[in-house]
């Protein structure tokens, strides 16, 4: 204990600790009140600020551009002969799968289906349907995402290696808090919040992948899909994720994200070969066409005149594109922390265009491989009505529906498992590095006491919500975490863009 809590903030640790352990109990104690409370408040925040949820995103893309494009784009994160660390693939591989989780499976085949059968514009199961759902995927979960993951972790790695701050969030604005500040009461809170945002986010996630995999086990072998399935599960997810964590970047988290990589790839070519080949060149090109011209009004549009919820029965905006966005900024702390800690050495032209733009191709190529297919095959009656009942049933089954259609279905769809258990580690291993940093006193890597304790807690904290049915009531609570972090990350932008000007004057007056 004593090794562990060596180079730890105890303020920091211990109040996280005390604010996390509150809502936990007020979700156990009182579950109904807490999601009553909590749904409200999301809904709330939901409504209320969604603008500002698309104002600030489009805002970070603007300025993300103009720092990678403009004077300040070759300056090294880091010392002029610092180098980066790991291989350009192996450096996207951790990025990619640090900042998806089981997201990508999860939602690959269902949310496309879904606006391909109640598009917010246009008529529904039609050609203009699917390109419709195509650019829908393409705004939530392409470049707008992204940017937020790429400011967080540009300024966090900004300040950490061309000025040799610590790694915490808080530290990260001291240019415009001041280092009292950054360094007291407020940096504090800040970290603190931090901590709280990425254990309900990770939490969340580990939950859904668990209930995948229980149902890919159910689907496949008639395992029960209960919630002992689910501790089991769980609990290989703790032990490997651990595991892993004490391993380090290079020989854990690195290994696992190269898996991850070689099996996306994979499931990638045997979609895009045993699909409509030809229909998915078609669609995800004119898909990508009508995307980044409609990019503009996209990145705004937020239905005041209610012709969308009207036509799709529901506040499609607020549910989509609004939580969407939500759930990314939720994500942000622990990505933004994990991506500055392999990141030193690239300049901020490199970071900005490859953490944005590379990821955001590999998700459009993912979803029109897997939605893009479904939507095709259905669109040309090879898909029957039961078929797309199914895969519409039930959102964590989709995907094995979908992959039962095809020829090797027994190891596509074992493969599928596998990347569930392989994203969901690498997004624990992740967030095990970033709160190991975020309360920590040490410049260096967190050590491997502090790693394995925040890894076998979030497992834990995942089981016990998981066992008292408080999956959801968790997501919305970092969904509600995600409003004030939004502010926290423009201010990150500031503070690096004033420190960045500083150090222009300063090379001047020399």
Known sequence: ???????????????????????????????????????????????????????????????????????????????????????????????????????????????????????????????????????????????????????????????????????????????????????????????????????????????????????????QFGLPDNNLTLVIITSIICVLATVSAMKGVAKGIKIVSDVNMFIIITLLVLAFLFGPTQYLINIFFEALGIYLNDLPSLSLFLDAGGQVAERTGGDWVGMWSIKNFAWWTAFAPFVGVFLADISKGRSIREFVLACAIVPSVLCFMWFTCFGGTAIGLIHSGVFSKQVTESMLAVPQDSLFVFLRQFPLSQVTIAVAMCLVLTLVITSVNSATFAMGAMVSTSKDEPGVAIRAFWGIFMSVNAFLFIWIGGVFTLRSSSLVAALPFMVIILLMLTSMYKSLKDEEAAQKRV
């Open 1 to 219: 204990m004593r090794e562990m809590l060596k180079d730890v903030d105890k303020s920091i640790f211990g109040g996280a600790a005390s604010i996390y352990t509150l809502l936990f109990l007020f979700i156990i104690i009182w579950p109904s009140q807490a999601e009553v409370a909590v749904t409200g408040t999301l809904d709330f925040t939901v409504k209320r600020f969604g603008w500002f949820y698309l104002a600030s995103f489009s805002g970070v893309m603007v300025v993300l551009a103009s720092l990678a494009f403009g004077r300040f784009g070759s300056y090294k994160l880091g010392n002029p002969e610092d180098q980066p660390e790991y291989s350009f693939a192996s450096w996207i591989g951790m990025l990619f799968g640090a900042g998806l989780g089981v997201g990508l499976v999860f939602w690959g085949v269902y949310e496309p289906l879904i606006h391909y059968i109640k598009p917010p514009f246009g008529e529904a199961k039609t050609a203009e349907a699917a390109q419709i759902a195509m650019r829908s995927m393409y705004f939530h979960w392409g470049l707008h995402p992204w940017a937020i993951y790429t400011a967080t972790g540009l300024a966090l790695a900004y300040f950490r290696y061309r000025h040799g701050l610590d790694g915490r969030i808080s530290t990260s604005l001291t240019r415009i808090l001041g280092e009292k500040r950054a360094h007291g009461l407020v940096g504090k809170m800040i970290d603190m919040i931090s901590v709280v945002a990425i254990l309900a986010g990770v939490g969340t996630a580990i939950g859904f992948a668990a209930s995948q995999f229980s149902t890919g086990l159910n689907s």
